[in-house]
């Protein structure tokens, strides 16, 4: 089959010709594509980068709005607190504080050990705001009697004197009032006017809301979003199950190990940049920038699949139009550039027939006016002309036939005639022989003894040379007679 292809197209010079500006066309339209494809690519992964760029810093400034909010009223109250400490006070402060804040999860102010004698040696004011169904409702109460001094919320405050953010924690004590989302805290120290730590003011965010603002992040279709604690550790994921149990290291694609490890430090260097790897097997482009005041920071997760889809349509579509559109040329091409040779084609067959032998069967006259025409033109002026030659050397053969005919006819009769000349010559030399030898004879005869012959003998002997003499002068007068009916 394909020898039979590659076999026609040997064959068919039009349909080589087709494909051969085919094939020009495709390089050069392979080059052009290529490069304007090239360049399409670079800006759509540029504005790709802006793209996620944007929504990373506008998430980032979302979220540092809430933590400004959440610092300047923790700081606000842990400044005022020490004008106000009384057990009540703390309740009231720690509701007021929830109540006039939406956005605050938790408010806890939370004083050194037997710091409220009467109290004994716990006293934390502690306020949960409980979301369910788009209906607030908050609950205030002195919390339990447990160890709050080791909790992260209140201990780092405390070993680093000043306020900070915390990592999220897991806010379930036994017989207490605990919110049953992961926390993030803002804790700020409380002293007196001598400076000595006397207690914490803490507001806590859920961590629910910040994953939500994370995951939210969706610049494509099947784009996602990370954050990342001071360890690591997953704090917002699309896959829950990977909360609090999972860091970036531990959960890298075992084909992108080295580039998300490095991403990972990357990360919780502080930086901010793209890097193109492997997550699940697919390629990926991951934007990451960091929330400096936490620690923390956020990455967002897209499938180059999902960034080019456009370009991937846009390239499938183009090269289906091209494809469709070089065959419709190739079939262009072949009507025109058959259309074109059709007179070489009709030079060809004639060319064939004139090798058979068919000299008379003319072909049109062009009316084109280019080299195709006028070969054809000039080929037909050569038809004609070995035409007319062929004709004329049939009429010289058939006249030299003629000729070598009749040649041959007088060259038979004129061996005839000189069979006949050489028999009647020899024929004549016999029949003038016997005479003359009688002639020759007598004259011996009549030399060696006339005188003793008699006159009836002599007689005799003249009759007979007078009859032989006459029979030789007949004998001549008959071959010049013979002479006359054959002359030369």
Known sequence: MTNRLFRNIREHLSLRLGINIVLIITVVFSLLFGFLFYHCKSYIQRVAIVRATQLLDNTVVRINGIMDETELVTKNLAQTMPRYLHPDSLLTFSRRAIVENTFLTGMAISMEPNFFPEMGRYYSAYSLRH???????????????????????????????????????????????????????????MRDDEGHYIGSVTASLTLKWLSQAVTELKPYPHSSAIMIGRSGVYLAHPDTAKLFRENIFSD???????????????????????????????????????????????????????????????????????????????????????????????????????????????????????????????????????????????????????????????YRLKVEANRKRANFIHFMYHEIRTPLNIISGFAQVLAASHHSLEANELEDIMTRMQKSANDISRLTRELGETANDYPE
């Open 131 to 189: 979301r369910a169904l788009d209906i607030d409702s908050i609950t205030t109460v002195r919390e339990g009697p447990f160890e709050y001094f080791e909790a992260p919320w209140y201990k780092t405050p405390r070993s680093l004197g000043r306020d900070c953010w915390v990592d999220a924690y897991d806010d379930y004590n036994e017989g207490t009032l605990s919110s049953p989302d992961f926390l993030t805290s803002y804790c700020c120290p």
């Open 252 to 410: 890298a694609d075992p084909k992108a190990q080295h580039d998300i490890t490095a991403l990972g430090k990357s990360m919780l260097a502080g930086h901010n940049g793209m890097i193109e790897t492997i997550v699940d097997g697919q390629d990926a482009f991951i934007f990451y920038t960091p929330l400096e005041r936490t620690g923390w920071s956020i990455a967002i997760v897209c499938p180059a699949s999902d960034i080019f889809a456009r370009y991937n349509q846009l390239f499938a579509t183009v090269m289906v139009i091209i494809a469709v559109g070089l065959l419709l040329l190739l079939l262009v091409c072949y009507q025109i550039v058959r259309r074109a040779i059709q007179p070489l084609h009709l030079l060809d067959e004639q060319v064939n027939h004139i090798a058979e032998g068919h000299f008379d069967a003319p072909l049109p006259e062009s009316p084109r006016h280019d080299s195709v025409g006028r070969l054809t033109n000039s080929f037909i002026l050569m038809q004609r002309s070995l035409s007319r030659m062929v004709r004329d050397i049939r009429q010289t053969n058939e006249k030299l036939s003629t000729l070598n005919a009749q040649l041959t006819e007088a």
